[in-house]
């Protein structure tokens, strides 16, 4: 059973940085695809970007080119810069995991921005 740990969340103005992180457990599986995921109050849970084990990435329109997913698989943990935030990037950031056989959701950590 994998375990899934965020961290990073808090609170910063528009324009700030902030760097979430994920560190996997308790699996021999490396993940096939691990992915961030946000949730905003009365919306949808929605992809912010995914990658792969080798480093292919994909990202949802709304963050590309101000957010920067990477992984160090050594180090079973994962990683999403984001930079010029805006306050409609306030939400609930879930790490997901996909091994191919499962799939795996962190506890999420909340970012809030504000203007």
């Known amino acids: 059973q994998m375990q899934l740990v965020e961290s990073g969340g808090g609170l910063v103005q528009a324009g700030g940085s902030l760097r979430l992180s994920c560190t996997s457990s308790?699996?021999?599986?490396?993940?096939?695809?691990m992915g961030w995921y946000r949730q905003a109050p009365g919306k949808q849970r929605e992809l912010v970007a995914t990658i792969s084990r080798i480093g292919s990435t994909n990202y949802a329109d709304s963050v590309k080119g101000r957010f920067t997913i990477s992984r160090d698989n050594a180090k079973n943990t994962m990683y999403l810069q984001m930079n010029s935030l805006k306050p409609e990037d306030t939400a609930v950031y879930y790490c997901?995991?996909?091994?191919?056989?499962?799939?795996?959701w962190g506890q999420g950590t909340q970012v809030t921005v504000s203007s």
């Open positions: 308790g699996s021999i599986f490396s993940p096939n695809v």
């Open positions: 997901n995991a996909d091994t191919g056989l499962a799939s795996y």
